[in-house]
C-alpha cells in the first residue's frame, strides 16, 4: 500500500507561482514512477508532469516550460513548481504513485486526497 499526502494549493492570481508537495510512505516499489495529475470541473482528470525514480521526467504539453517536477527520494517528496499560472490551470491537484509509467499513463495506481488550486484574474 501507498499513502500519499498533498500540500500547498490555493488561491493565486494569473501569472503568479505555487508549488505544491506531496509526501509519500508505503511501497517503495508500487510508486518508482510519481506524478501529477489535475482534474478541473466538468473535464476530465489529465496527467500534467510524471518522474520516475531515477529522475526522466514526462510534462502534459499545456504546462511545458511552466511547470517542474521534482522529487527528494531520500526524505519520499514529489514536487510540483508551477510558474506563469493561467486561469485554465484551475483545478484539484491530485499526486499519484504508480510501480511504472504504463500503470501511471493507465491511472491505475495510488492516490492522494487532492489540493485545489484556483487562479484568479
Known amino acids: 500500500q501507498v499513502q500519499l499526502v498533498e500540500s500547498g494549493g490555493g488561491l493565486v492570481q494569473a501569472g503568479g507561482s505555487l508549488r505544491l508537495s506531496c509526501a509519500a510512505s508505503?511501497?517503495?516499489?508500487?510508486?518508482?514512477?510519481m506524478g501529477w495529475y489535475r482534474q478541473a470541473p466538468g473535464k476530465q482528470r489529465e496527467l500534467v508532469a510524471s518522474?520516475?525514480?531515477?529522475?526522466?521526467?514526462n510534462y502534459g504539453d499545456s504546462v511545458k516550460g511552466r511547470f517542474t517536477i521534482s522529487n527528494d527520494n531520500a526524505e519520499n517528496m514529489v514536487y510540483l513548481q508551477m510558474n506563469s499560472l493561467k486561469l485554465e490551470d484551475t483545478a484539484v491537484y491530485y499526486c499519484?504513485?504508480?510501480?511504472?509509467?504504463?500503470?501511471?499513463?493507465?491511472?491505475?495506481?495510488?492516490w492522494g486526497q487532492g489540493t485545489q488550486v484556483t487562479v484568479s484574474s
Open positions: 499519484a504513485a504508480a510501480p511504472n509509467i504504463v500503470t501511471m499513463i493507465l491511472m491505475a495506481g495510488y
Open positions: 518522474i520516475t525514480r531515477g529522475g526522466s521526467v
Open positions: 508505503g511501497s517503495i516499489s508500487s510508486r518508482n514512477v
